[in-house]
């Protein structure tokens, strides 16, 4: 059917000349547009919304005493940290309510490149949640760790054209674009007319101003309500997020009024399979939103309305004649839980069960997981004068203190020391097989035997491993290399649990529930070796990431994440000459 055909049988079907294909008989809308709720049933036709009056309906779905809410859209999201495949990821967050996601591939791109960003592009085809992907900014995020690929501006040009690309995602490199960096001023400039998201934490005054001069439009990194109006004063749209690692929208919520709501909208960033599964995904911010004093018309307009304005979405975010028909169905709106979810104007779940039908999964590529040989040595860290520059952990933070702390040294060579909690830390380089070891200390683990290991380790993914010895180290990550990449927890030479993520060392094929009891059966085990951390695998997954203070420890070396420079382990001196 052409364009104009399908314009003549939606205006019949509005009309009520012929029969549609869908009656939702006997709820209320939340119209998000005139901002009231009102009793109407809702008719369909070729996956549109078409109009409030139906004479004839090929079937009709009852749903009284029910609020029908557009489709939640998720304004930024890394898809990989759920673990899953998109097609996994959508079972899990449809029957939430979510049908829209805007993904930033920032993950799978530092491991594969531009064969990232198309893996991801191609398993969102023909799933029942629309997946519009920002192409990365920043890969690699910085010059001192070594990632897996390079999405230079030549790269982007041809995935700019591929379809569901609608901008450049956050924009990590503050300091590139306010003293004009070549290589990320051509990123913009290829972005053109496209949205381009922002990544400021902290960032104010003329160089806020100057960033938001690049056509940068919004931040999801605000921390304080403080900065989030200043940017909110300065134009931008602020990303209310919620995630599993940072939680913000309790703290900015009180800056959301009747007067500026148009400019916020729901993110979860990165949100992690037990959480989704427990407490849900944008439903999940709706009904916090609203418990903390939230009118619901305007949270409703947060979840849906606010992003797909911001992204462009025009058919997105309303249930009125000509959207698409990707509804929400509510149970009400003090404490909103979704009943029914429409995509496209089919029912794609009902209380909780998701009911589309699944195609096949795109196959994964290759093998991510190229390490050097290693050996017990290649643990050894040789003692120096004074104290060592020790990564303090911050319990349920990404953050961490620089600690000048005095190891335990035996034979001229540091070793893991439990009854001080210092442990030895190593990232190693696992993409191109160049024998980069990073070495370090880390304090906060609590681990008293055995040793961690993970292959997700923002933001160039090598493998982070944490140990009370060198063999229970090299044992970890001989574990995680024989599963291409995951979790692993050893004591003993032994594999104690484990849970493979064989896609670029990010992914797992299996069902969301599947990976979250995997991830919890690693965290007992974790606890059992003496970590107290609620999850010690997400917290070593952040300790080599290196645009986040205070110490950080990637493949090449330690690195001050304040002074943004490599620094050496031992300090030199004592503590007084430090």
Do not use: W
């Given at each position: 059917?052409?364009?104009?055909?399908?314009?003549?049988?939606?205006?019949?079907?509005?009309?009520?000349?012929?029969?549609?294909?869908?009656?939702?008989?006997?709820?209320?809308?939340?119209?998000?547009?005139?901002?009231?709720?009102?009793?109407?049933?809702?008719?369909?036709?070729?996956?549109?919304?078409?109009?409030?009056?139906?004479?004839?309906?090929?079937?009709?779905?009852?749903?009284?005493?029910q609020i029908l809410a557009p489709g939640f859209i998720d304004g930024h999201v890394h898809i990989e940290s759920s673990m899953v495949t998109v097609p996994e990821y959508a079972r899990a967050v449809v029957p939430q309510g979510t049908t829209t996601v805007i993904a930033d591939p920032h993950e799978i791109a530092n491991v594969w490149g531009e064969e990232g960003v198309r893996y991801i592009l191609q398993s969102s085809r023909n799933v029942p949640l629309n997946v519009f992907v920002m192409l990365p900014s920043c890969v690699p995020a910085?010059?001192?760790?070594?990632?897996?690929?390079?999405?230079?501006?030549?790269?982007?040009?041809?995935?700019?054209?591929?379809?569901?690309?609608?901008?450049?995602?956050?924009?990590?490199?503050c300091p590139g674009v306010i003293f004009r960096d070549p290589q990320i001023m051509k990123k913009i400039q290829l972005a053109g007319g496209r949205l381009k998201d922002g990544h400021a934490p902290g960032l104010s005054g003329p160089d806020l101003s100057a960033y938001i001069c690049a056509g940068i439009r919004s931040d999801h990194e605000c921390t304080t309500l403080a900065e989030a109006e200043e940017k909110l004063f300065s134009g931008m749209f602020i990303m209310l997020r919620e995630g599993s690692a940072a939680r913000n929208l309790t703290d900015l919520l009180p800056l959301v009024t009747l007067k500026n709501s148009r400019q916020f909208l729901f993110v979860s960033d990165d949100r992690h399979p037990a959480d989704i599964l427990r407490e849900g995904h944008i439903d999940f911010m709706l009904r916090k939103a609203i418990n903390e004093g939230l009118d619901p018309i305007v949270a409703l307009q947060i979840s849906s309305l606010?992003?797909?304005?911001?992204?462009?979405?025009?058919?997105?975010?309303?249930?009125?004649?000509?959207?698409?028909?990707?509804?929400?169905?509510?149970?009400?709106?003090?404490e909103p839980r979704v009943t029914h979810v429409f995509k496209d104007g089919r029912l794609v779940a009902r209380d909780g069960d998701f009911l589309a039908p699944m195609n096949r999964p795109v196959k994964a590529m290759h093998k991510s997981i190229h390490l050097a040989a290693l050996s017990r040595r290649s643990f050894e860290i040789v003692a120096e004068k004074g104290p060592a520059r020790t990564i303090g952990i911050v319990p349920g933070q990404i953050i961490t203190r620089s600690l000048p702390l005095f190891p335990l040294i035996r034979e001229g060579k540091v070793v893991s020391d439990t009854d001080q909690d210092i442990l030895k830390l190593a990232v190693i380089e696992r993409h191109r097989a160049t024998g980069n070891v990073g070495l370090g200390l880390v304090q906060g683990l609590g681990l008293v035997r055995g040793a961690l290991a993970t292959s997700v380790a923002h933001d160039s993914h090598n493998i982070v491993v944490v140990g009370t010895g060198d063999e229970e180290m090299l044992a970890a990550v001989s574990a995680v290399t024989e599963m291409d990449g995951?979790?692993?927890?050893?004591?003993?030479?032994?594999?104690?649990?484990?849970?493979?993520?064989?896609?670029?060392?990010?992914?797992?094929?299996?069902?969301?529930?599947?990976?979250?009891?995997?991830?919890?059966?690693?965290?007992?085990?974790?606890?059992?070796?003496?970590?107290?951390?609620?999850?010690?695998?997400m917290t070593l997954s952040f300790l080599s990431l290196p645009v986040i203070p205070e110490l950080k420890l990637t493949d090449r070396g330690l690195v001050d994440a304040v002074a943004f420079r490599m620094v050496p382990l031992f300090l030199g001196g004592s503590l007084e000459d430090d």
């Open positions: 059917m052409g364009q104009m055909e399908e314009y003549e049988e939606l205006i019949a079907a509005a009309r009520c000349e012929i029969e549609v294909d869908l009656l939702l008989l006997g709820g209320s809308v939340a119209n998000l547009i005139s901002g009231e709720v009102r009793r109407s049933d809702v008719a369909v036709h070729k996956g549109r919304i078409v109009g409030f009056e139906c004479s004839s309906a090929r079937q009709i779905i009852p749903l009284e005493d910085t010059d001192m760790e070594t990632a897996g690929a390079a999405l230079g501006p030549d790269a982007l040009v041809g995935l700019f054209e591929e379809e569901g690309v609608i901008g450049l995602a956050e924009v990590m490199n606010n992003a797909a304005r911001y992204f462009g979405l025009a058919d997105l975010g309303a249930i009125a004649p000509g959207y698409r028909a990707d509804i929400a169905v509510l149970d009400g709106l003090d995951g979790l692993v927890a050893v004591a003993d030479g032994e594999v104690l649990a484990s849970l493979p993520l064989p896609v670029a060392g990010l992914l797992s094929e299996s069902h969301m529930q599947e990976v979250a009891e995997g991830i919890a059966e690693c965290i007992d085990a974790a606890h059992k070796l003496g970590c107290d951390l609620e999850d010690p695998f």
